[in-house]
């Protein structure tokens, strides 16, 4: 039952980070190109990337906390369905090279930011 309690405040502690995040990329930046659940994305994969190795092999900390901070904060934190939906919607204004483009930024940044923290967390 503590591993779930952890979970769950967790989760709510990654959702509000993330909501933090993307309303200050909205105020800063705009709203007309998915500034926030990029950022979020690429954050996300660096800490995911970071903290599943630093946790498990440096701190080797106990497998609840790790639980609750990479599944329960980051999967809260990061969105796969908000890149989803920003990029058909960007899709279905026609601005397909602006899709595209986020797609691949995208994908190419969380897979660079995830093996960044992966490297960092290893030569610490």
């Known amino acids: ?8 405040l967790a989760g ?12 200050f990329m909205a105020h800063h930046f705009g709203r007309q190109y998915p500034w926030g659940t990029l950022t979020v994305n690429i954050l996300g994969s660096a800490l995911m990337g970071f903290l599943g190795i630093y946790l498990l092999t ?14 329960g904060f980051l999967g809260a934190f990061t969105t796969m369905s908000t ?15 602006v899709s595209g483009l986020y797609i691949t ?3 190419t940044a969380c897979l660079a930011a995830a093996r960044g923290g992966m490297l960092l967390a290893e030569r610490i």
Do not use: C, N
């Not at 709510?12 to 309303?23: E, F, P």
């Not at 440096?58 to 599944?71: D, F, G, N, S």
């Not at 989803?84 to 397909?96: A, M, N, P, V």
């Open 83 to 97: 890149f989803s939906i920003d990029s058909l919607t960007l899709f279905e204004r026609h601005q397909w090279w």
């Open 1 to 8: 039952m503590r591993l779930y309690a952890l979970l769950a």
């Open 105 to 107: 930024v995208t994908i």
């Open 58 to 71: 440096k701190l080797q900390m106990p497998t609840e906390y790790r639980v609750a901070i990479l599944t």
């Open 12 to 23: 709510a502690l990654g959702a509000m980070a993330r909501y933090g995040v993307t309303v």
